[in-house]
């Protein structure tokens, strides 16, 4: 039995250029959310056509209520909902996933890209582990080698997928628009972009192989923030430490343990953010 999950970001999703296109609430959205789901049946066919027994799909933008249940592939099953202990890749921890695909991703705060950024859409400027800029992607990517799970799959635009060269050298990448500008792409039709993400996750499929699970690595992990009071926010959290006036920094023993920090720095700082300051 071959088991994939699926992480369904939003703003590397077909046609996603704008805020909001992915801001939960706007005509824009409503407009956009067949298109992420387009995207994401797409892998569901291409999975199963390479031999894959079962597909979950996590919901990991924002509201994490963004799919359509209704035009789902049904042969999948859908997690959708906030508040899971590892918010994008939730279900990876069980043990059973032999290959994880990144859709609708982008780039890391700091970077070129559509609508790049690291969790937060404004506010971070810059996300580190052991030195390296980390995406999105890549900080997934830590946590699930921690389970052995290989990343398989990355669609977005053409600068996600070459970041996604760093962290997963063998995945699949697929690529949806090309980077104009943070707000503008070069976008493919539904129709395409589909035939070439089916395409692509049947070739991912053969990499759905279970590694033995990475074991525990300390990791350092730095964020810069675009303001001051924010990194006073964030080192509220016990473990981090403000090490610069825009900059905290906190060691976690493993990744999983590392992403649910992160996850808690975000939070406070979304607090601490003001509507016309920031």
């Known amino acids: 039995m071959t088991k994939i999950l699926i992480s369904a970001d939003m703003e590397g999703a077909t046609g996603v250029t704008w805020p909001a296109d992915c801001l939960p609430g706007t005509p824009e959205w409503q407009r956009c959310r067949p298109l992420l789901t387009s995207d994401v049946n797409a892998a569901i066919a291409g999975f199963f056509a390479g031999g894959v027994d079962e597909v979950l799909v996590n919901e990991a933008h924002m509201t994490m209520r963004n799919l359509l249940l209704e035009r789902l592939d049904d042969r999948a099953q859908l997690l959708t909902g906030r508040h899971k202990d590892l918010s994008m890749v ?37 996300v580190f582990v052991d030195g390296v800029r980390a ?94 009071q924010l990194a006073g926010a964030a080192a509220l959290v016990p473990g981090v430490e403000q090490t610069g006036e825009r900059r905290v920094a906190y060691t976690a023993s493993t990744m999983y343990e590392g992403i649910r920090c992160f996850k808690t720095v975000t939070t406070m700082v979304s607090a601490a953010v003001e509507e016309w300051y920031g």
């Open 135 to 228: 995406s999105e992607g890549l900080l997934n990517s830590l946590v699930a080698a921690e389970y052995g799970t290989p990343v398989v799959l990355v669609t977005g635009d053409d600068l996600t997928c070459a970041d996604a060269r760093g962290y997963a050298p063998e995945a699949v990448g697929v690529a949806v628009k090309d980077h104009v500008s943070r707000y503008a792409a070069v976008c493919r039709t539904p129709t395409r972009t589909a035939a070439d993400i089916t395409e692509g996750a049947t070739r991912a499929a053969a990499l759905a192989v279970r590694h033995a699970p990475a074991g525990p690595t300390p990791r350092r992990v730095e964020i810069d923030f675009d303001a001051a």
């Open 90 to 126: 939730e279900g990876v921890q069980h043990g059973d996933v032999d290959g994880i695909a990144f859709v609708g991703y982008h780039t890391g705060a700091g970077d070129d890209g559509v609508l790049a950024h690291t969790y937060l859409g404004n506010s971070l400027t810059g």
